[in-house]
């Protein structure tokens, strides 16, 4: 079983970047992050293979939010530029414990560990 710790939420202005971490107990493959708004269904926000060589990105975060790792640390990483109001949301790190190393899912049920969430809050 592999834990995932997610850090790095927080409080910024509209505009604003932060940087999201997912440290992961053990060895991954596909990782990714989703994001669930109040009231709102999960949704896809982005995600890595363990290659590290392909991505996948929500149309939604495109251009402004970059997902990497470092299989060494065993971690990945959502920098998060040019922040919306829109973007608030409780950010989960999501990773498969199997699969090949070039694929960067984008469906949940795919995903076999969930951290425990972290909050993004971009005020206006």
């Known amino acids: 079983q592999v834990q995932l710790v997610e850090s790095g939420g927080g409080l910024v202005q509209a505009g604003g970047s932060l940087r999201l971490s997912c440290a992961a107990s053990?060895?991954?493959?596909?990782m990714g992050w989703f994001r669930q708004a109040p009231g709102k269904e999960r949704e896809f926000v982005a995600a890595?293979?363990?290659?590290?060589?392909?991505?996948n990105y929500a149309d939604s975060v495109k251009g402004r939010f970059t997902i990497s790792r470092d299989n060494a640390k065993n971690t990945a990483y959502l920098q998060m530029n040019s922040l919306k109001p829109e973007d608030t949301a409780v950010y989960y790190c999501?990773?498969?414990?199997?699969?090949?190393?070039?694929?960067?899912?984008?469906?949940?049920?795919?995903?076999?560990?969930w951290g425990q969430g972290t909050q993004v809050t971009v005020s206006s």
């Open positions: 999501t990773a498969t414990g199997g699969g090949t190393i070039w694929y960067a899912g984008r469906i949940a049920s795919e995903y076999d560990y």
């Open positions: 890595v293979s363990r290659s590290g060589s392909n991505f």
């Open positions: 053990g060895r991954t493959y596909s």
